[in-house]
């Protein structure tokens, strides 16, 4: 099993940053893919950005530009800066890992609470 543990989330005024990381424990040979999704108040959980264990990225068209996906796999620990933040972006972001062969991702976190005011 693996164990995903968000932190970094907070209030930000509108064209402000901040930086979540995601620490990861357990079994690490299990994780190839990891990424990050949020979740607005009523509506559906939606993909952010992933990173791949050699670090390729993808990105939603949404945060391209201003949120960045980083990896430390000495440390097991997952990054996402995010800069130029909009009210839009209020969500609960989740740290998410997926194992070689997966479809879906496989683990998740807890979550942690983003909130950007106008």
């Known amino acids: 099993q693996v164990q995903l543990v968000e932190s970094g989330g907070g209030l930000v005024q509108a064209g402000g940053s901040l930086r979540l990381s995601c620490a990861a424990s357990?079994?690490?040979?299990?994780?190839?893919?990891m990424g990050w999704y949020r979740q607005a108040p009523g509506k559906e959980r939606e993909f952010v950005v992933s990173?791949?264990?050699?670090?390729?990225?993808s990105y939603a068209d949404s945060v391209k530009g201003r949120f960045a996906i980083s990896r430390d796999n000495g440390k097991n620990t997952l990054y996402l800066q995010m800069n130029s933040l909009k009210p839009e972006d209020t969500a609960m972001y989740y740290c998410?890992?997926?194992?070689?062969?997966?479809?879906?991702?496989?683990?998740w976190g807890q979550g942690t609470q983003v909130t950007v005011s106008s």
């Open positions: 990173i791949n264990d050699i670090g390729s990225t």
């Open positions: 998410a890992a997926r194992r070689p062969l997966s479809r879906e991702y496989d683990f």
């Open positions: 357990g079994s690490m040979f299990l994780i190839k893919d």
